[in-house]
């Protein structure tokens, strides 16, 4: 793989995956739900009230959508389109599998990545996502591996105090690891 070659593609591929979302946000608007109205308790205690108002969940039969990057330019990709998600973050609203619905787990991880995408912003959240999905793969990729471990804190019941702030460092260090890629 020529890293030199996809990581061009990464870049021209942006302004059709920022469409792709933007339409996937829109046409799901009406089903969104925000998070402070569903009533979870313990997410009331680990995330700032200002976060549970804004993000938003929609529930979905099915799968997830996902954005068809394969078609995009980024052919390697095409397996990520097909993988059984259970849920899935685009800025500050998520998608869970209806099965998941009542996951406060799920719901908790997610919103580890609504804040990691509200201190990138979407352009870097996406480059930072996709070479981290290009050296490590989904589990083990920086962003997710973030929200993996959090969310294993959070099911022991075990988490650090000020869990905004450390989501936002880290996420920055990811984002500094990346961005000499991408000058
Ligand atoms: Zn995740």
């Given at each position: ?58 529930v979905v039969p099915g799968k997830v959508p996902y954005p068809p990057i394969s078609s995009m330019g980024l052919p390697e990709f095409q397996q990520m389109e097909a993988m059984p ?31 990691q995408w509200g201190q990138l912003g979407v352009n870097k959240f996406l480059l930072a ?55």
């Open positions: 793989m020529d890293q030199n070659d996809i990581i061009r593609r990464f870049h021209s591929a942006l302004p059709a995956v920022n469409e792709w979302i933007e339409n996937t946000l829109e046409q799901n608007r009406e089903s969104t739900v925000r998070i402070i109205d569903i009533g979870f308790p313990r997410l009331k205690t680990v995330y700032p009230t200002d976060l549970l108002v804004k993000a938003k969940v929609v998600f259970s849920g899935i973050t685009y800025k500050d609203t998520f998608f869970v599998k209806e099965e998941l619905a009542q996951s406060e787990s799920l719901h908790f991880h997610e919103l580890v990545h609504v804040v996502y996709g070479v981290g999905l290009m050296h490590y793969g989904y589990k083990d990729s920086p962003l997710e591996q973030m929200a993996y471990a959090l969310q294993e804190g959070f099911d022991r019941n075990n988490l650090p105090e000020t869990i905004i702030d450390l989501i936002r460092v880290r996420t920055e260090a990811i984002w500094a690891g990346v961005a000499p890629l991408f000058p």
